[in-house]
């Protein structure tokens, strides 16, 4: 059937998973959603069936009359459905080609193939969630943990939309008020005006700030903690990626150099969800294979959020180690001590470790020089206590405690932040940045003594930049592009 493709006509997808279940799921959203459904379907008249009812019938080739599918079939009517369209949910059973089979059937009687992300764009079109709350629906297909979905309920009920909503009325007001006093300037001064735009841009400015302050954590809970794990050769590095993940992923051997490339993989760790990379060990080598993959270390050192560096307890402090330690000294960093089960023999001191005393001693240094320095700052070490966790992975000592530092740190934050409300991804984070720095501009425009028409532009930009947030005031473009990383039949 041939049809133009606007974009109100009645769109069809398979909403589960590819694959072998119990139910498969085809969804039909749109103005014809109930005849095309009927055209395809032997049971109650579905045009006919009162809405909210799930109908048991058969699905069959209008051509050949033959039975595809034996099914259940959801009517709900707009405008209380998921799209605020007319709906159709058939539920087969869960084989791949009988699924497929009934969505080539509503294809075939009129509907067109859904785009990714369509379904839940049409609610957005229709008015019944705005961009903070599509954004939320992936966040929850995506969650990781029970907090990161909590944080997406909560988008999705609205908090974000109403606070942004709110903030921009306010400045709404405040443009409305100004305009009056531009256009009657006999009912009021410009210094009344001025102090007006000021008072307004300064409580705006508080709350985005507010709001950009939960944005590190958002993103977190919303992406995982990018974790790399990291150190030389043989400390543990695998052992401790597997301990976190309950299951033997990583190849752990005794022999120095097993890990050549990075690894990833998602943990829970109380709630914060991490984004694990292990790491091929540190050296200098020869070995061609090791040496990307030594590269590979360096580069997920750089981009990691967190680090843990793992230094081998039973050893005394090798030059690597060191490098390592100054390496990551401005990160945030958790340094693991590990292999406690052994005698220990690394000594953290800043002054005199085993390998530098003799180093020293060989270079012809007095033995009295060194004891000098050493005496002079007995106890300074060379990473911060409070950074340190001492392990032994293959008993599980002191990994609760590891599980606790990691669990503080990012609580750290939250802890502090006045708002329940988060922002928890890139795209939201630009924007409240971008109106901070016009609410900025108005402030600074203001204490410069600007005219109050040049003032108003950016704070007319800041109720912009909000409103792209919601998509109040998004460009198409945005909105298509938004909605493409759906996943399909969403
Ligand atoms: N005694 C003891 N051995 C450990 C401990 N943790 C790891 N090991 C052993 O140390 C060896 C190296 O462990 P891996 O986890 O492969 O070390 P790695 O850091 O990933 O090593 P590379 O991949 O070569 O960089 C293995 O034989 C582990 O069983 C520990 O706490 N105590
Ligand atoms: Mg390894």
Known sequence: MAQTVTEYDTIAAISTPPGEGAISIVRLSGEHALAIAQAVYKGKNLTKVASHTINYGHILDPDTGTVVDEVMVSVLRAPKTYTREDMVEINTHGGIVATNRVLQLLLGAGARLAEPGEFTKR?????????????????????????????????????????????????????????????????????????????????????????????????????????????????????????????????????PGTTRDVLEEYVNVRGVPLRLLDTAGIRDTDDKVEK????????????????????????????????????????????????????VRLDLSATATAAEASAAEASGATGAAAAATAAAAPSASLIPEGQIVRTAITTGAGMPALDTKIANLFNAGIENSQTTVMVTNARQIGLLRQAKASLQSVLDGIAAGMPIDLVQIDMTAAWDKLGEITGDAAPDELITQLFSQFCLGK
Request: net charge negative; proline share 3%; no cysteine.
């Open 292 to 343: 990307i993959g030594v590269e590979r270390s360096r580069k997920a050192l750089a981009q990691a959020d967190l680090v843990m560096l793992v230094l081998d307890a039973s050893q005394p402090l090798t030059a690597e180690d060191r490098d390592l330690i100054a390496a990551t000294a401005a990160k945030p960093r958790i340094v693991i001590l590990n292999k406690q089960d052994l005698p």
């Open 123 to 255: 609610a957005f079109l229709n008015g019944r969630i705005d961009l903070t709350q599509a954004e939320s629906v992936m966040d929850l297909i995506r969650a990781k943990t029970d907090r990161s979905l909590q944080v997406a309920v909560d988008q999705l009920d609205g908090n974000l939309h109403h606070l942004i909503t709110n903030l921009r009325q306010d400045i709404l007001e405040v443009l409305a008020q100004v305009e009056v006093n531009i256009d009657y300037p006999e009912y009021d001064t410009d210094e009344m005006t001025t102090k007006l735009l000021q008072e307004k841009a300064e409580q705006v400015l508080t709350r985005v700030d507010g709001l950009l302050q939960t944005a590190s954590q958002g993103k977190v809970l919303r992406d995982g903690l990018a974790t790399a794990i990291v150190g030389r050769p043989n400390v543990g590095k695998s052992s401790l990626l597997n301990y976190m993940l309950h299951e033997a992923k990583a190849i752990v051997t005794d022999v």
